[in-house]
């Protein structure tokens, strides 16, 4: 399990944005995650909590939102959804899939911040 | 109390490393080393395969590696067996490699002394796959007796590596390795993910392997003046 690691990259990147903006406190953090960053949802709230313990996050929430798997698919010449991990294939069609375009996604995107 | 703001903000959680691993890979290239890493469950073979890849790509080319462990030297001490200059990383309770301590490893190494640099991660298919070493060509080992649906397990891996490598290809038969079902099953996670197969024990595909990696290397075609060359 990587998450703690990933958990506290998460605070030190979310504490120096908060100071970017003259953050006096920090509500909440929201992060957008991909199923191809490597990154388990429930293992990364867990360790969130123990990484904010003593940092000026302390008690601030995660906030997750999921960015699903996109490819552009060749044949459709759209940005589809794949049918699934273990059938990499564009949704639609089934063409396989080799060009990923959401999904890889390990972001801060908003901090809920007090100024 | 006033209300809080929302402020955007647009930033990788792995920034710091993405952009460790980002020098290293313009070192690499700079020096002209070309940089592998493996990545594969424990007991896949990635350090027989290691071993036999140092010994008979160092009779050609000047090579060496890192490799990275939980809490033993074991490796380091098999692969020096094959001669090639061999670092180890130990980790600790880290169950990945990260570009800053593939860094660290490198301290004083001379990288234009080198043609290829090859990384062992720690035997892991799940944490390795967020981390970007720095690496050129990132190589997914799985070996036949761990079953045919390893990639259906773990797509992600599969998703950050650029080539599936079978290991222990002598057992196939012995432990009825279906083929086709672990082809399919590759590529139905990674559409046109190349595969090779080798036996580090009888040295089949080893050399398939090293004609891909030559083919690949720049230095295959414009050998550095000091290449060590018989």
């Known amino acids: 399990m990587h998450e703690l690691s990933i958990a506290i990259s998460l605070i030190e990147s979310a504490e120096e944005e908060a100071a970017r903006h003259h953050a006096t406190g920090v509500r909440a953090v929201h992060l957008r995650l991909g199923p191809l960053a490597g990154v388990e949802k429930d293992a990364l709230l867990f360790s969130y909590e123990l990484a904010a313990e003593g940092t000026s996050l302390q008690g601030s929430r995660l906030v997750i939102e999921d960015a699903p798997v996109a490819v552009f698919c060749p044949v459709c010449r759209e940005r589809r959804p794949v049918r699934s991990l273990q059938s990499f294939c564009c949704a639609t069609c089934d063409t396989p899939a080799t060009e990923v375009v959401q999904g890889r996604e390990l972001e801060v995107i908003a901090l809920e911040i007090d100024s | ?230």
């Open chain 2, 1 to 230: 109390m006033s209300e809080p703001r929302l402020v955007e903000v647009r930033r990788n959680v792995l920034r710091q490393n993405d952009v460790l691993a980002r020098e290293l890979r313009e070192r690499f290239r700079a020096a002209g080393v070309y940089t592998v890493s493996l990545v594969s469950s424990p007991g896949s073979g990635k350090t027989a395969f290691l071993e036999k890849t140092l010994s008979r790509m160092g009779q050609r080319h000047r090579v060496a590696a890192l490799v990275g462990d939980l809490a033993t030297e074991n490796d380091a001490a098999r692969l020096r067996r094959s001669l090639a200059p061999v670092a180890q990383i130990t980790t600790g309770t880290v169950c990945h490699l990260d570009a800053s301590m593939v860094r660290g490893a490198l301290e004083g190494w001379r990288l234009d002394e080198l043609d290829f640099l090859f990384i062992e991660n720690v035997g892991n298919l799940v944490c390795p796959s967020s981390y970007d070493l720095g690496e050129e060509l990132r190589l997914v080992l799985l070996s036949v007796t761990e079953g045919e649906d390893k990639p259906l397990k773990y797509p992600t891996i599969f998703h950050t590596a650029d080539v599936a490598v079978i290991t222990k290809i002598d057992l196939a038969a012995a432990v009825e390795f279906d083929w086709d079902a672990a082809l399919a099953n590759i590529q139905a996670v990674r559409p046109q993910m190349p595969v090779l197969r080798v036996s580090a024990k009888t040295g089949e595909g080893m050399d398939e392997w090293q004609g891909f990696l030559e083919a690949r290397a720049p230095v295959s075609s414009a050998p550095s003046g000091g290449a060590v060359k018989p």
